[in-house]
T-cell receptor
Framework: NAGVTQTPKFQVLKTGQSMTLQCAQD?????MYWYRQDPGMGLRLIYY???????DKGEVPNGYNVSRLNKREFSLRLESAAPSQTSVYFC?????????????FGPGTRLTVT | AQSVAQPEDQVNVAEGNPLTVKCTYS??????LFWYVQYPNRGLQFLLK??????LVKGSYGFEAEFNKSQTSFHLKKPSALVSDSALYFC?????????????FGTGTRLLVSP
């Protein structure tokens, strides 16, 4: 099992450019999440998908969109990148949304917006 | 609002000594509590969790944590630190039985174990 995979690992964008971060999990988990990690701020939830076909906003959704393509894949799109979106992005998955289970994290995407 | 605090940005300990990484939480109901570890350039890895039951929870790599309801704490401990334990540790909390609520992470504590 690969667990949770993310592509790309690194990306540099210019302000205003768009890109999609890809995430896939092979653990048959129902729930998937996107977080951003910034120094001194821990992890903040951007969007989540409780189950296939549903998505909801998290703590910091502005400037982002998501797609739960199928049970395995959950992508994060930046339509018009801004320097404030420079961060490390993590995708995670868990068997269910009810909080009983731990989340499994991907290796992250380091994004720099200039 | 629920929150979690990790009061120490960094903890330094010598190899072989016991270590403690502190976490306190603030929730209005009964919490689920988690510890995760992040090694350099890696995603977070689950260490242990408290859901219910015994207040002393044992987890991966010899770590344990004690749930203390009166002090609203969930400190991570290990009897004998290893240099390989050096990493960034995150405490997280969410409410129980309230539908989906986000997992709230602390700001992280960097553990440095010296040889």
């Amino acid at each position: 099992n690969a667990g949770v995979t993310q592509t790309p690992k690194f990306q540099v964008l210019k302000t205003g450019q768009s890109m999609t971060l890809q995430c896939a999990q092979d653990m048959n988990h129902n729930s998937m999440y996107w977080y951003r990690q910034d120094p001194g701020m821990g992890l903040r939830l951007i969007y989540y998908s409780a189950s296939e076909g549903t998505t909801d906003k998290g703590e910091v959704p502005n400037g982002y969109n998501v797609s739960r393509l199928n049970k395995r894949e959950f992508s994060l799109r930046l339509e018009s990148a801004a320097p404030s979106q420079t961060s490390v992005y993590f995708c995670a998955s868990s068997p269910s949304i009810d909080g009983l289970y731990e989340q499994y994290f991907g290796p992250g995407t380091r994004l720099t917006v200039t | 609002a629920q929150s979690v605090a990790q009061p120490e940005d960094q903890v330094n300990v010598a190899e072989g000594n016991p270590l403690t990484v502190k976490c306190t939480y603030s929730v209005s109901g009964n919490p689920y509590l988690f510890w995760y570890v992040q090694y350099p350039n890696r995603g977070l890895q689950f260490l242990l969790k408290y859901i219910t039951g015994d207040n002393l929870v044992k987890g991966s790599y010899g770590f344990e944590a004690e749930f203390n309801k009166s002090q609203t704490s969930f400190h991570l401990k290990k009897p004998s630190a290893l240099v390989s334990d050096s990493a960034l540790y995150f405490c997280a909390v969410r409410l129980r039985n309230t539908g989906f609520q986000k997992l709230v992470f602390g700001t992280g504590t960097r553990l440095l174990v010296s040889p």
